[in-house]
């Protein structure tokens, strides 16, 4: 890896995660993210040699390095508490970029070794911000992405907002970036339509991908198939895009290229 290239680490859980070829079509986002960047269509893809689980991948760039560290079923204290932030941290250097995104599975009350209730959920992002800080890397907050949860009323509403208020609150307070993509992602879902959305979302027919994990098929309303991971890749990507509020992700704004994909254009 070349010390020139921009580094960009993702740190989450199953809806950011990389996934072998027979699990398609669930793609997380972050798997797709590097698509999204000038000469994304070229991008070298290898595992990660010194990461201790098999779905961490790599994908480069001749500018940028992205490394996705996500993986399902992780919280903020478990990501931690596992050892997998200890694992990347010595990686860090000035410069670097972590984006992290959780919420999802900090609200799992009944699996405790993942639970975070809302009040000490800063105590786990402070974690990641004060070691970034000390690597004098640039630590992003990203809201939890939307799950289908339109089934009662038709509408899509922001999932995990107590753990999405948080990471709004330490945002204004420590000047730390954030991208609102539990925001967005609802809103495109709400535009994209109640039914249209299982397109999003891991709703397969039972024998419509006969080599897949997901052959007997599958109506799952929180993880990703690729047209929803693209979809919310380039909600990130636009939300780097329009970042105004300082010049902290100036260097990714100049290599982001999000795509036009309706209806984005609400952005």
């Given at each position: 890896m070349k010390q020139s290239k921009t580094n960009i680490y993702l740190v989450s859980d199953s809806t950011v995660q990389s996934y072998e070829d027979n699990f398609?079509?669930?793609?997380?986002?972050?798997?797709?993210?590097?698509?999204?960047?000038?000469?994304?269509?070229k991008c070298i893809e290898e595992t990660v040699a010194d990461c201790p689980y098999p779905q961490a991948r790599i994908y480069e760039t001749p500018a940028l390095h992205i490394e996705n560290r996500a993986i399902g079923g992780r919280s903020s204290r478990s990501f931690i508490e596992e050892g997998k932030w200890d694992n990347l941290l010595p990686k860090l250097k000035e410069g670097d970029f972590v984006f992290l995104q959780f919420g999802h599975n900090d609200a799992t009350i009944n699996r405790p070794e993942r639970y975070v209730a809302p009040e000490d959920f800063p105590k786990f992002i402070y974690k990641y911000i004060n070691d970034c800080k000390e690597k004098k890397a640039t630590c992003i907050l990203v809201t939890p992405v939307a799950r289908r949860n339109c089934e009662e009323d038709g509408r899509f509403h922001i999932s995990f907002q107590p753990y999405r208020e948080v990471m709004l609150n330490i945002s204004e307070e420590e000047n730390i970036?954030?991208?609102?993509?539990?925001?967005?992602?609802?809103?495109?879902?709400?535009?994209?339509?109640?039914?249209?959305?299982?397109?999003?979302?891991?709703?397969?027919?039972?024998?419509?991908?006969?080599?897949?994990?997901?052959?007997?098929?599958?109506?799952?309303?929180?993880?990703?198939?690729?047209?929803?991971?693209?979809?919310?890749?380039?909600?990130?990507?636009?939300?780097?895009?329009?970042?105004?509020?300082?010049?902290?992700?100036?260097?990714?704004?100049?290599?982001?290229?999000?795509?036009?994909?309706?209806?984005?254009?609400?952005?």
């Open positions: 398609y079509p669930q793609t997380g986002w972050g798997q797709v993210f590097i698509q999204f960047f000038k000469d994304g269509d970036p954030l991208l609102d993509l539990g925001r967005y992602s609802t809103d495109f879902c709400n535009a994209y339509g109640t039914e249209e959305s299982k397109e999003l979302f891991l709703w397969v027919k039972a024998g419509a991908y006969k080599d897949s994990a997901y052959a007997e098929g599958v109506n799952d309303n929180t993880h990703l198939q690729e047209k929803g991971a693209l979809a919310f890749a380039n909600i990130v990507a636009a939300l780097i895009e329009k970042y105004n509020k300082d010049n902290q992700l100036d260097l990714l704004k100049s290599l982001v290229e999000p795509k036009s994909l309706s209806p984005l254009d609400s952005l």
